[in-house]
């Protein structure tokens, strides 16, 4: 089975701070994805990445970039946090066909 | 563009209680359409799909069958359990722009009392 590690499950940062978000996949996916989970909005895309140092934004994108210089991790950047970006992030690698794999989530929060 | 529109929460239920969570979609073409599950405190999980019209999509007892006359895919589960409280998400696959990616509804919360 895919494994899709998320570097913390909980974060606190100040409003200002350059936050970095990491994930890894153990598995050799093309298709990675970071999204953001706010109640009663579901999930929103913010970026995906189809290949090595390849990016796409999604439908949020103001606030964040990402990285990928390997295939096994993307990482959403927070250029400056602000309180508005309080919320859960989630990571998620594409299989094959339509299936994607998640990992658990980091819950950040700007304080 | 695409989006997905799903009951609000929370849903509360008896245990043995009969389910259902309606999911209407807007979407152009064909999408595949997806329910994921998310218990507390973990990331989402696949629990079943459809890839055309009239498919039905099965797993641990719950099923929906992509409805295409009514643009819907409504979850359902004949006696829930418990274990089934989490939250469910339903999903299209949307293919513009040239790259496969899911868009998914605002989420229902599910809670199960014995």
């Known amino acids: 089975d895919v494994k899709v590690t998320q570097s913390s499950r909980y974060l606190v940062k100040r409003t200002g701070e350059k936050v970095f978000l990491e994930c890894v996949q153990d598995?050799?996916?093309?298709?990675m994805f970071w999204y953001r989970q706010d109640p009663g909005l579901g999930l929103r895309l913010i970026y995906f990445?189809?290949?090595?140092?390849?990016?796409e934004k999604g439908d949020i994108p103001e606030g964040y970039s990402v990285s990928r210089e390997k295939k096994e991790r993307f990482s959403l950047i927070l250029e400056s946090a602000s309180t508005n970006q309080t919320s859960m992030y989630l990571c998620?690698?594409?299989?094959?066909?339509?299936?994607?794999?998640f990992g658990s989530g980091t819950r950040l929060t700007v304080v | 563009g695409n989006s997905v529109t799903q009951m609000e929460g929370p849903v509360t239920l008896s245990e043995e209680a009969f389910l259902t969570i309606n999911c209407t979609y807007t979407a152009t073409g064909y999408p595949s359409l997806f329910w994921y599950v998310q218990y507390p405190g973990e990331g989402l999980q696949l629990l079943l799909k459809?890839?055309?019209?009239?498919d039905k999509g099965s797993n641990k007892g719950f099923e929906a069958t992509y409805r295409k006359e009514t643009t819907s895919f409504h979850l359902e589960k004949g006696s829930v359990q418990v274990s089934d409280s989490a939250v469910y998400f339903c999903?299209?696959?949307?293919?513009?722009?040239?790259?496969?990616?899911?868009?998914f509804g605002a989420g229902t919360r599910l809670a199960v009392h014995p």
């Open positions: 990445s189809y290949d090595v140092k390849m990016k």
């Open positions: 459809a890839t055309k019209a009239d």
């Open positions: 598995m050799d996916h093309e298709n």
């Open positions: 999903a299209l696959s949307d293919r513009s722009g040239g790259y496969n990616k899911l868009i």
């Open positions: 998620a690698t594409k299989m094959g066909g339509y299936g994607y794999t």
